[in-house]
C-alpha cells in the first residue's frame, strides 16, 4: 500500500476483471430483470440500451435483484475458510503455542535460557498482534455485503439514469477503483503495531 508502482500495478491487474464482471452485470443481468419485472413488454429493447421505456417501479426492482447478486458473493466469501486468512491466524496461533520449544531447538547450544524466552515472549507478542489485527469480527463482516450492496446499486442506478449506457456503468466502476488504490488507500490497513516486551534481567541474586 505504502508502494505507487504497486498500487498502479494491483488497479491496472484488477481493472479489466472489474469492468467485464460488471458490464455483464449491469448490461446483461440487469436488462433481464427489467424486461422480466415489465412482463417483458420492453422485448429486445432492454437488451439494445432502451432503459427509460421501463416503469419507474420496474426499474427499482430490476436495481434490488441485480444489487442482491454481489451481496449473495460477498456473503459467501465471508465465510470460513477466508481466502487463507484462517489458515494465517492459525499458523500464528500454533507458533505462540511452540514458541518455549522451537527456540529452544533453533537457538545455539550455548544460548542463555533469558535469551530463549525473550525470543518466544516476542514471538507470542507478535501473534497475538497479528491476531488482534486481522482476526475479523462478525460486525465488520456483516457490513461487506451491505457495502458490495450499494457499491453495485450506485451503477444499476447509473447505468438507469444514463438510459442504459454502458460508459456510466464504467465510469461509476472506474470510479470505485480509482478512489480504493489512489484516494482512500489506508497503509495501515496492512500493518499491526507489535509491543515486544523487554527480556527479564537477571543476576546472581535473583530476578531484577
Known amino acids: 500500500y505504502t ?3 504497486w498500487r498502479a500495478l494491483a488497479c491496472a491487474l484488477e481493472a479489466p476483471g472489474n469492468l467485464l ?3 455483464a452485470l449491469h448490461c446483461v443481468v440487469q436488462p433481464v430483470f427489467l424486461d422480466a419485472l415489465s412482463l417483458g413488454s420492453l422485448g429486445s429493447d432492454a437488451q439494445q440500451g432502451a432503459a427509460a421505456a421501463a416503469s419507474p417501479l420496474a426499474a427499482l426492482g430490476a436495481l434490488v435483484l441485480t444489487a442482491m447478486l454481489p451481496a449473495v458473493r460477498e456473503a459467501w466469501a465471508c465465510q470460513p475458510p477466508r481466502d487463507g486468512l484462517d489458515a494465517e491466524l492459525e499458523a500464528a496461533a500454533r507458533a505462540a503455542r511452540n514458541a518455549e520449544s522451537y527456540f529452544s531447538m533453533r537457538l ?5 535460557g533469558e535469551a530463549t524466552l525473550a525470543a518466544a515472549a516476542a514471538l507470542r507478542a507478535l501473534a497475538a498482534a497479528w ?3 486481522f482476526c475479523p ?3 465488520a463482516l456483516s457490513v461487506q455485503p451491505l457495502a458490495a450492496a450499494l457499491a453495485c446499486a450506485s451503477a444499476a442506478a447509473a447505468w438507469y439514469l444514463g438510459g442504459g449506457s454502458a460508459t456510466a456503468v464504467l465510469l461509476v466502476h ?3 477503483l480509482f478512489d480504493a488504490y489512489v484516494l482512500d488507500c489506508k497503509a495501515a490497513t496492512s500493518q499491526a503495531t507489535i509491543s515486544i516486551p523487554p527480556p527479564k534481567l537477571t543476576s546472581k541474586t535473583g530476578s531484577l
Open 21 to 23: 464482471s460488471a458490464l
Open 3 to 5: 508502494s505507487a508502482r
Open 108 to 112: 545455539p547450544s550455548d544460548t542463555s
Open 137 to 139: 469480527n462478525r460486525d
Open 174 to 176: 472506474g470510479g470505485g
Open 131 to 133: 491476531e488482534q489485527r
